[in-house]
């Protein structure tokens, strides 16, 4: 069965570039969520989108951006690294079903970023 | 506050032991999920639960809404099931909420 597919699985950027995330979610989920896990830390929540508008919004720095596009893909831009922006990022995606909340809630492999 | 507790932090046991994790909540939720983090990273999916028990092969997992408590079991317990567990907990903005995890090492 098709899993949430994040790319790249690793990035190494220096301090002050940019990167930027990708995260295809599965087939027919509608919105896509970007947590933060940094070394040693519980994943936190940055950002959600659903139906390729921002949902909901968490410790996410005005650095980063996202954004959800029309084949619900969503992409997490980085400017002017630091290197405590270095960590694993996660997405996950689910189908959202109202009253009922939300279903299939999907966590993608992650990409690890190593800022240098 | 939304809040998420887990216990044990860490947890060593012998292969076959049963093992419980715990996981407990501040206030009411849509939905609690308990994942596997193996070392490496990937977070996979192990149960989402809103009631009730679920049961997949050698795992159980269990809410009690009213305890705001659930657990997550492994019977027979083998070396491959070494990894971090973690409750994360929606409390209704279907955003997540992690617990610490708890760090499972299973000796042969």
């Known amino acids: 069965a098709a899993g949430v597919i994040q790319s790249p699985r690793h990035l190494i950027k220096e301090k002050r570039e940019t990167a930027t995330l990708k995260c295809y979610p599965i087939?027919?989920?509608?919105?896509v969520y970007w947590y933060q896990q940094g070394p040693g830390q519980d994943p936190q929540f940055l950002i959600s989108?659903?139906?390729?508008?921002?949902?909901d919004k968490g410790s996410i720095p005005d650095r980063f951006s996202a954004q959800q596009f029309s084949d619900y893909h969503s992409e997490l831009n980085m400017s002017s690294l630091e290197l405590g922006d270095s960590a694993l990022y996660f997405c996950?995606?689910?189908?959202?079903?109202?009253?009922?909340?939300?279903?299939?809630?999907?966590f993608g492999s992650g990409t690890r970023l190593t800022v240098v | 506050k939304n809040e998420v507790e887990q216990s044990p932090q860490n947890l060593t046991a012998q292969e076959g032991e049963f093992i419980t994790i715990n996981c407990s909540y501040s206030?009411?939720?849509?939905?609690l999920h308990w994942l596997q983090q193996h070392p490496g990273g990937g977070i996979v999916s192990l149960f989402m639960?809103?009631?009730g028990k679920k049961k997949h092969g050698r795992l159980i997992a269990t809410i009690n809404i009213q305890e705001k408590h659930s657990s997550l079991h492994i019977t027979a317990s083998h070396p491959r099931d070494s990894a971090v567990y973690i409750c994360?907990?929606?409390?209704?903005?279907?955003?997540?909420?992690f617990g610490t995890g708890t760090r499972l090492t299973i000796i042969p």
């Open positions: 087939p027919r989920h509608d919105t």
């Open positions: 639960l809103s009631s």
């Open positions: 996950a995606s689910s189908l959202a079903a109202y009253p009922a909340g939300n279903y299939g809630y999907t």
């Open positions: 206030v009411g939720i849509s939905a």
């Open positions: 994360a907990v929606d409390f209704g903005n279907e955003k997540l909420t």
């Open positions: 989108f659903y139906e390729k508008m921002q949902s």
